[in-house]
């Protein structure tokens, strides 16, 4: 048996339903592409109002390095020119210190010749003063405190011309230095010695101890001294007093003379002590010995002649004089 099958009605609203969601599609797609392309439009304005700001950002950068390059370039042209005024000057205080350095140097020459005139000068009379004190007074001391003064005075020239002089004062120095105290002032304290001796001498011939007296002497002898005379020796006491008043008077002239130098005078001054000497003394090994100690003291010589003494203060006035000459 045949059964009948309804037959099947169309779903009329499925049918509707696609073009609508096609539609509603579209419209989205639409509004989501407008939106996209609105913000792409956005972006591109704002892309286009950034590059916009920062072009003219760096058109502002570029227009004031452009004004910096200008004042630099201006800060430049200025320091040239300063510098080309500064090493002007430079060149000139360079020329101007030259001269101010020769004018000094001709300054410190003239004022060393100066200053090494004076000291030759100076050392020049210390030098004639000191050989005055020799010649004059005998004063070895004094002339040997002027040596080195003069010597002193010598060392402050450095001119090598000087070397020979300073060489020859030295030699000087050493030969006065081996005087000692000097001629004079040994003499001196040999005579005082001397004139202290004769208090000793004595003033009356003495008998040997073996010489066997007469018999009259030797009754005598209890009452009377009796000894042997000499006819020079003066027996009077007032002529004994004025004898010695003579020898010390002469002993005196001695002095005087050995202080000046006066050889002549001193040895007529030794010779009258050695008359005295004979008239107040009796012979005697006593008296011979001061009599030869007087005649050691009359040879001596009170102005020693040293080769050395004036050769610097020669020396130095030649050269003076060959550096004056023309």
Partial sequence: MNEDVAPVQPRRPLRWLLPLIAIAVLVAAGWFGWHSWQSRQQQADLARDSATQQLNAMQQGLDALRRDQRANARSIQDAAATNRVLR?????????????EENLAQLADSSRQGAQAVRREEAELLLNQAQQRLTFAGDLDGARRLYALAASALEGIDSPDYLNL??????????????????????????EQWSTELEHLPEHLQLPADTQQPWWQQMLSPLVQIRPADGKVLVARSERIAA??????????????????????????????DGWLQRLWPDSPQRQLRRSELREMRGMELRPNLPELGSTLQQLRSTRAAKDAP
């Fill in 166 to 191: 300073r060489q020859a004062l030295i030699q000087e120095r050493n030969a006065l230095d081996a005087l000692g105290p000097g001629v004079r002032a040994r003499t001196a304290a040999q005579l």
């Fill in 88 to 100: 002007d000057e430079v060149l000139g205080l360079s020329q101007r210190n030259a001269l101010l």
């Fill in 244 to 273: 010695n008043d003579s020898l010390q008077i002469e002993l005196s002239l001695a002095r005087a003379a050995l202080e000046r130098g006066d050889g002549k005078a001193w040895q007529q001054a030794l010779d009258r002590v």
